[in-house]
DNA sequence: TAGATTGTTAATCGATTAACAATC
DNA sequence: TAGATTGTTAATCGATTAACAATC
């Protein structure tokens, strides 16, 4: 028998599962069993037709008159996403960002183990962070051969990171996730991703000022004669 | 004469204008005095007509035949952002993802400069990071009123993040920056952003594996007979 | 003027949502 | 069975894009 022909996921449920499986994960620390759409929803701030619309690309996981098991349903939202198995990942960069992102609870619990921390820094290499050993720049292309690594994330600043962008691309690293405020340059069979930590300051900001323009208009309505 | 009826700049849009100021940022370093939409584009990794519709949302501020000015364009977005004045920020938890953000240039480049620490650990409590002083939580409401915070960012652990976003919004701070990968529950009227550093990882492992899917499939073509 | 590039139109595509039949 | 909740349909809404008239 051919298997379904399932359609592709579209990206807007994409960007919306890591969402879900954080909430999933938070009821399953809390010891529930199993979820209905609408509590589902309201706790991703989403609207219900749509996680139930999302879910259902992945597959029919729900049952009717009852909802979803969390377990279940966690980990159909892991295979999805291809994390059933682990993606080591290599940090460039050891200072505050750097570190930040290896203590993070959020890499190693989702599946991307930090198997590896790359510095320029001399007095920096050789020693540890949370136990794992900082190596120099010169190393990188060995790590990545010998740990599998399958993600190089760069915690630099900007300057360097075009630089280190093409040593992993050199190094036969495929998936490159950029904290660096720079616009980077890439083969196109390589993943890149690129994050802003001021971006959302700046959408908060956009907000902020519209829902002020709304309350002044509100306030600068001609009183009632 | 009225002001011209607006339309509402779309959300997509707004999530796209950080990344344009990003790149003109660039090419004002690199002293490009205009860009047409073309570059702009390729740059940003968009459409060029999807470039020139976002811009038209702010208004006509290109010069046909020539392009468009840097400066005047990044003032512009500037201005749609509710950048033209300065926002002070706040930051909670000065563990090392707090210190990563406060040394962050994007924050203070782009008018957030950050106003004040804040940390439960007394060790930590009147020492200084990048010359901004540590307060105790306890001096929070104070530092609000007196500094101005216009945003609070929580950078601390999971556990502590909802009781750190309630005192935020008991001190009066109608905008939050979440960094913990924990779900917050804030009244309707306080703007909430949620950043998951692991999320562009997840979306990242879901676009390799879907490009692995299609080698796969191209490698098991049946061969020609 | 000739060449270049914007701003806008209109067609297409994809995402959202309410509603409800299916079914646990 | 009665009640609850999913999975899916279809209508609506918003975003994307190619094309080109306007205009520098």
Same mark, same amino acid.
């Given at each position: 028998?051919?298997?379904?022909?399932?359609r592709p996921i579209p990206d807007a449920t994409v960007s919306r599962l890591p969402?879900?499986?954080?909430?999933?994960?938070?009821? *399953? +620390?809390?010891?529930? @069993?199993? %979820?209905?759409?609408?509590?589902?929803?309201?706790?991703?701030?989403?609207?219900?037709?749509?996680?139930?619309?999302?879910?259902?690309?992945?597959?029919?996981?729900?049952?009717?008159?009852?909802?979803?098991? !969390?377990?279940?349903?966690? #980990?159909?939202?892991?295979?999805?996403?291809?994390? +059933?198995? *682990?993606?080591? !990942?290599?940090?460039?960069?050891?200072?505050?960002?750097?570190?930040?992102? $290896?203590?993070?609870?959020? #890499?190693?619990? =989702?599946? #991307?183990? %930090?198997?590896?921390? !790359?510095?320029?820094?001399?007095?920096? &290499?050789?020693?540890?962070?949370?136990?794992?050993?900082?190596?120099?720049?010169?190393?990188? $292309?060995?790590? !990545?051969?010998?740990?599998?690594?399958?993600?190089? &994330?760069?915690?630099?600043?900007?300057?360097?990171? *075009?630089?280190?962008?093409?040593?992993? &691309?050199?190094?036969?690293?495929?998936?490159?996730?950029?904290?660096?405020?720079?616009?980077? +340059? &890439?083969?196109?069979?390589?993943?890149?991703?690129?994050?802003?930590? $001021? %971006?959302?300051?700046?959408?908060?900001?956009?907000?902020?000022?519209?829902? *002020? =323009?709304?309350?002044?208009? %509100?306030?600068?309505?001609?009183? @009632?004669?």
């Open positions: 028998m051919a298997t379904k022909p399932r969402i879900y499986q954080r909430v999933l994960d938070e009821l *399953q +620390t809390q010891g529930m @069993a199993t %979820v209905s759409s609408e509590d589902l929803a309201e706790l991703a701030g989403v609207n219900a037709a749509k996680a139930r619309k999302d879910l259902s690309f992945l597959g029919s996981y729900g049952i009717r008159g009852v909802g979803y098991e !969390v377990d279940y349903l966690l #980990f159909q939202i892991r295979h999805a996403l291809g994390l +059933t198995q *682990q993606w080591p !990942v290599l940090i460039v960069g050891v200072g505050n960002l750097g570190r930040a992102l $290896a203590d993070y609870a959020g #890499f190693t619990s =989702r599946g #991307f183990p %930090v198997a590896a921390l !790359v510095d320029d820094d001399p007095a920096k &290499v050789g020693t540890t962070h949370v136990g794992i050993e900082i190596h120099p720049l010169a190393d990188l $292309a060995e790590l !990545v051969r010998d740990l599998g690594i399958a993600i190089g &994330v760069i915690a630099i600043p900007s300057a360097g990171a *075009q630089r280190v962008a093409d040593l992993l &691309v050199e190094a036969g690293v495929s998936s490159i996730l950029n904290f660096a405020p720079a616009v980077l +340059t &890439v083969p196109d069979d390589v993943h890149l991703r690129q994050v802003d930590l $001021a %971006v959302e300051l700046q959408i908060l900001s956009f907000h902020r000022q519209r829902g *002020q =323009r709304e309350t002044d208009q %509100v306030d600068s309505d001609p009183p @009632a004669p």
